[in-house]
């Protein structure tokens, strides 16, 4: 085997992904994507009670801190048929609108902004031309010449102190860095404010939810009364206060976000070229309009694109056991039918085997990719690898003639001068989460005033119990829970045995996009994106692969759990 690049860890705060890169030159000719830790939810939830798995399957990850939890009672819900009332639904959408407004305004500034934004650069800025540059763009109130000088004074202590801190391990001043120093100084200093905006952002959770990270839930509802005369319960008080978060957020997106990302692309549209890969995507819906779970009130509509045509939407059947698979040829697992096979999650195995699967002895230079080489198995949809994620739900709302949508891409487009085209590259995933979000927090507004409309009606209804008694419960039940998390399809799938769980499978976002090959020698999303159109400027510095993993937001931790059965304890922590 000859020597590949290797990127590890490749994410900026959420680690354990792995890209190894053989080259071609400067030219990335293949691309190996593996997770490098292990999950065990799933075998942890074997047994229990399947109304307390939300609890459990939310703690697979704490960046996209409500999803799991919210996939999971739907699991159950769909298992034992229960019907939410209507607020119920209507409060759910919220929480998770604000979990992708949030997420994805913590994403573009802080997890992958800084691929395109110069911070040393910022230094050299004339902060009066950063006002007049942020002024042209947007009538966000902080844009005054004494503001931005203010920004690069603490930018400069960073700097000379030596210590970057949140700012370190950047590739200040690499050759790809396209922004001029004003625009790296609006960035930056939005990267700032951003930090403490998302405080506000994250109180909805807390309001409906009773906190954040992890919420709370319950099977048949949510777990908060309305009652405007109390003050334990949500009231007109807190209602108001839902509507300040929300034009908060709205405020944010319309005047930093969205003008930021249009901004900063208008820089880069090189990348409209590079990083698109398969060129098939997959959404399964969400964000129903109504009480019920049915995809013909979704938001975000269900289906598959291929080959990019956006003529064709293919159907897609959750319980249909030829359709969802997930293979564990390139993987470190064992199936007991056969490495060869796939198996749909109602089916789904969880039986670790690293040694005999290829894994290699760490430390490890390179992986054994013609054996297993990652903890992430490798779902497919009728046998094709799938792309997940906010350019898949824009394409689907374009392609299903969304007015909003619609006029937001060619808006975008028309600014940037780019083709349609230019939608299936990594600067089109970057620019339809920002979209995207748009698109969200103005449908949160909606939502709001539909549960305010309720409750004035005299519906206060939240919680369904009628199901709630597993004495009511049939012997055997299988449910599929899904969602369109912020990183795209998520699915939990259970099998209930007697009042208990007899198997649950969690197939997420970033097993989608970031599994390895499968059995047929297809590559994963990330895989295929990085392959034949990645030119590197500097092999020891490869932004490049960074831009555009990135570009999907990878959240590994959805993915992998961590496991060292030699480690033995691993630290003592006294309170007094």
């Known amino acids: 085997m000859s020597e590949r690049l290797v990127v590890d860890p490749i994410t900026r705060i959420e680690g354990h992904l792995r890209i190894e890169a053989q080259l071609d030159g400067s030219r990335i000719a293949q691309a190996y994507s593996s997770g490098t830790s292990v999950r065990g939810i799933e075998t942890i939830l074997k047994g229990r009670d399947p109304r307390d798995a939300w609890g459990f399957a939310q703690r697979i990850c704490g960046v996209c801190t409500l999803v799991h939890g919210m996939a999971s009672v739907r699991a159950v819900e769909d298992a034992l048929r229960i019907e939410l009332p209507a ?118 959770h807390a309001i409906f939810g009773g906190k954040n990270p992890h919420p709370n839930f319950v099977v048949g509802g949510v777990p908060c009364p309305i009652d405007l005369d109390s003050d334990s319960a949500i009231n007109a008080k807190r209602f108001a206060e839902v509507r300040d978060i929300l034009q908060s957020m709205q405020t944010f997106v319309d005047q930093v976000y969205v003008p930021d990302t249009l901004a900063i692309a208008g820089f880069y549209k090189d990348w409209a070229e590079r990083g698109e890969g398969l060129g098939n995507f997959m959404c399964y819906g969400d964000l129903p309009g109504t009480g019920s779970m049915d995809p013909a009130t979704f938001l975000f509509p269900r289906g598959v694109i291929l080959d990019r045509d956006l003529s064709t939407i293919h159907e897609i059947d959750l319980h249909d056991a030829s359709q969802i698979q997930e293979f564990v040829a390139h993987s470190w697992y064992d199936y007991e039918s056969g490495n060869d096979q796939g198996l749909h ?66 808006m975008t487009l028309s600014k940037l001068d780019l083709p349609v085209e230019a939608l299936f590259s990594t600067l089109g995933r970057t620019a339809a989460r920002t979209l995207e979000t748009k698109i969200m927090v103005d449908a949160m507004h909606g939502w709001l005033d539909d549960l305010i409309a309720n409750v004035k009606a005299g519906d206060t209804r939240t919680f369904d119990d009628s199901l709630w008694n597993p004495a009511s419960w049939p012997s055997e039940a299988r449910g ?17 045995r007697d009042g208990r769980i007899d198997n649950y499978q969690a197939v997420v976002p ?25 030119e590197l400027a500097d092999v020891k510095q490869p932004i490049e692969i960074l831009r555009t993993i990135h570009s999907f937001d990878p959240c590994i931790a959805c993915a992998v759990h961590l496991t060292d059965p030699e480690s033995g304890e691993r630290m003592q922590i006294r309170v007094t």
């Open 480 to 496: 599929a829970g899904y969602m369109e998390a912020p990183r795209g399809a998520l699915g939990h799938w259970i099998l209930i």
């Open 345 to 410: 999650p109602y089916d789904g195995e969880t039986n670790l085997e690293y040694d005999g699967r290829g894994g290699v002895k760490p430390p490890y230079t390179q992986l054994d990719v013609d054996q297993g080489y990652s903890w992430m198995k490798s779902p497919r949809w009728k046998g094709q690898a799938m792309e997940v994620g906010p350019l898949a739900r824009v394409l689907m709302l374009h392609a299903t003639g969304h007015a909003q949508t619609r006029e937001l891409v060619e």
């Open 87 to 204: 607020n119920a639904q209507l409060i759910r959408n919220l929480m998770i609108g604000a979990q992708f407004v949030h997420d994805h305004v913590m994403h573009f500034y802080h997890l992958h902004a800084l691929d395109w934004v110069d911070v040393v650069s910022a230094l050299s800025a004339d902060p009066q031309a950063t006002s007049d540059l942020a002024q042209s763009i947007s009538a966000w109130p902080k844009s005054s010449p004494g503001y931005f000088a203010d920004t690069q004074k603490r930018i400069r202590t960073f700097v000379e102190s030596g210590q970057l801190g949140i700012f370190a391990n950047g590739y200040w001043g690499h050759p790809a860095y396209k922004l001029p120093p004003e625009a790296n100084l609006m960035a930056v200093a939005h990267y700032l404010e951003a930090l403490a905006w998302q405080r506000d952002a994250a109180r909805l």
């Open 510 to 534: 970033s097993t989608w996009n970031a599994g390895p090959r499968d059995v047929a020698d297809q590559a994963g999303a990330y895989e295929a994106a990085l392959q034949d159109n990645h």
